[in-house]
């Protein structure tokens, strides 16, 4: 979440549906906890750094037999430097960009993960709240 809280930090793999945006996503390394891999893996992939975290939600993903976390953190800084190999693009997204997005139900030019997802329903939850973790 950018400081000011009224963008959010999305990415795009290139396996992704074309035009697809989501949640930033990755690994955590063993004896790393939740919120510094959140910071390591935010900075790792678009040099963001980012502050507070809290812990949102969980999903279980079957492969590879994995439990998505879902998080939300602040973020530090805002100048994005995509790595180009575990994503080929990274935007902020305004709270009525993100309104938009969603009203056109994956029809138009930009789309988010659907409904049934962790990274959809971080997506609405920022949308619906402020900044203040």
Request: net charge neutral; with cysteine; glycine share 8%.
């Amino acid at each position: 979440i950018h400081p000011d809280g009224n963008s959010c930090l999305l990415g795009r793999q290139k396996s992704y549906p074309p035009g697809m945006f989501s949640c930033l996503a990755g690994f955590i390394e063993p004896g790393e906890t939740i919120e510094d891999a959140v910071r390591r893996e935010v900075a790792e992939e678009t040099a963001v750094k980012v502050g507070h975290v809290k812990y949102v939600s969980s999903q279980p993903w079957p492969m590879p037999s994995s439990l998505m976390i879902g998080c939300q953190a602040i973020a530090v800084t805002t100048e994005i430097i995509v790595d180009k190999e575990e994503i080929i693009d990274a935007r902020w997204f305004s709270r009525q960009q993100i309104a938009e997005i969603l009203t056109q139900h994956g029809t138009g030019p930009i789309s988010i993960p659907p409904p049934q997802t962790i990274a959809h329903g971080l997506i609405k939850k920022w949308l619906k709240k402020n900044a203040n973790l």
